[in-house]
């Protein structure tokens, strides 16, 4: 059996740590549920030739499994991630020649470079630092308003 091996990213770099669907950043377990969900759609469909294995969080996560048809693989994965709401922050690529060929949303995107672990640690680091960054700037919060209490 020839098989080859197809790769999902979810999230988008500016939009995608941002959505409220996206949240809590960390989300390891949507990874997860995520994650399983694409294994058991490809096993349905009885394309999946290898368990599949991920990495990241939901926010900027990776999918990548062993198929024997990686056309209608990438059919199967855009029907669900459709489904779910997460098609639009998604891209789907096919291993080629010790490369990635982008199959989804477009062969221009750079899907190496989005696979890459080291930029997703660096990606996760500087979001994290961003929100640091800026709940160490807002003002400290305010007891209720005393206007409103009884007089004593």
């Not at 290898?50 to 855009?78: H, Q, W, Y």
């Not at 060929?101 to 961003?130: F, H, I, K, M, T």
């Amino acid at each position: 059996m020839d098989t080859k091996i197809i790769a999902v990213h979810i999230g988008d770099l500016v939009i995608g740590p941002l959505a409220a669907e996206a949240f809590p950043p960390k989300n390891l377990i949507g990874m997860l549920l995520l994650w399983r969900l694409l294994s058991l759609a490809l096993s349905k469909a009885g394309l999946l030739a290898e368990p599949a294995g991920g990495r990241g969080e939901l926010n900027d996560c990776t999918f990548m499994a062993s198929v024997t048809d990686t056309e209608a693989a990438a059919i199967v994965l855009k029907e669900e991630l459709a489904l779910i709401g997460l098609l639009d922050v998604s891209q789907i690529g096919i291993a080629r020649d010790g490369g990635w060929r982008c199959v989804y949303p477009s062969a221009s995107v750079r899907l190496n470079w989005l696979l890459d672990g080291e930029r997703q640690d660096l990606v996760r680091e500087r979001l994290l630092a961003a929100v640091a960054k800026l709940r160490a700037n807002l003002p400290p919060s305010s007891p209720p308003d005393q206007e409103d209490s009884p007089p004593k």
